[in-house]
Each structure stands twice: as C-alpha cells, then as structure tokens.
C-alpha cells in the first residue's frame, strides 16, 4: 500500500530554513506525481508544492511561491521540501502525497503520510 514517511520538521526562528524529506514506498513512484500539503490548526488543508512525473513541472501554492522549493529522487524514491524564509504562519503540520496520477492535480487530496510538525516562532 502507499506509505509515506516524513522527517526534517523541526521548531526554528522567523527567518530560517527547514529542509522536509519524505520517503516513499509502496507504489512506483517513479511514475506518479508527488508533493507536500500542510494543516495547521483550525485551518484547511493546503496543498504547497508539487512535482509532475510527466514532464517534471512544478507548482507552488501562492503563500511559499518563492521561499519553498520541492524536488524529487526516483532512484532513492524521496522528495524533499526546501524551506526558506519561513514565518510564523508557515507553522504547521507537513505531510507528503499523491493521488496516483502524472500530474499536480489532486496530490493533497488523495494518500498521504503522517507528518511531521514545523514550528516557526521566536
């Protein structure tokens, strides 16, 4: 079944950076899109970034555009979340998914895994 198992969250200050990693197994990642979506209390959840499997595009949600970037490693079947810049209402919990298809459609509504909590606070 789709697992997914993040790490790299963390409390830091205003300004800093946290670098997310997520494993993937369970399915052939290689073929499908994956991303990052994060909740925080009392929020929506979000879908913030994405990469296609189909030609490699990317999409960012408005509030990390600039500030996050995500990739990806199909041999080692990980994407990675780069964070700068981040603020407090960057506090959230993050979580890695896919809905099983090529592109960032749906990838925060479909399988995800359980988290990993990013603290941002001075």
């Known amino acids: 079944q789709v697992q997914f198992a993040e790490s790299g969250g963390g409390s830091v200050q205003p300004g800093g950076s946290l670098s997310l990693s997520c494993a993937a197994s369970?399915?052939?990642?290689?073929?499908?899109?994956v991303g990052w979506l994060r909740q925080a209390p009392g929020k929506e959840r979000e879908g913030i970034a994405c990469?296609?499997?189909?030609?490699?595009?990317?999409y960012y949600a408005d509030s990390v555009s600039g500030r996050f970037s995500i990739s990806r490693d199909d041999d080692k079947k990980t994407v990675t979340l780069q964070m700068n810049s981040l603020a407090p209402e960057d506090t959230a919990v993050y979580y890695c998914?896919?809905?099983?298809?090529?592109?960032?459609?749906?990838?925060?509504?479909?399988?995800r895994g359980q988290g990993t909590q990013v603290t941002v606070s001075a």
């Open positions: 998914g896919t809905d099983l298809t090529t592109r960032c459609t749906g990838w925060y509504q479909g399988f």
């Open positions: 369970g399915f052939n990642f290689y073929y499908y899109a």
């Open positions: 990469i296609s499997t189909d030609d490699g595009s990317t």
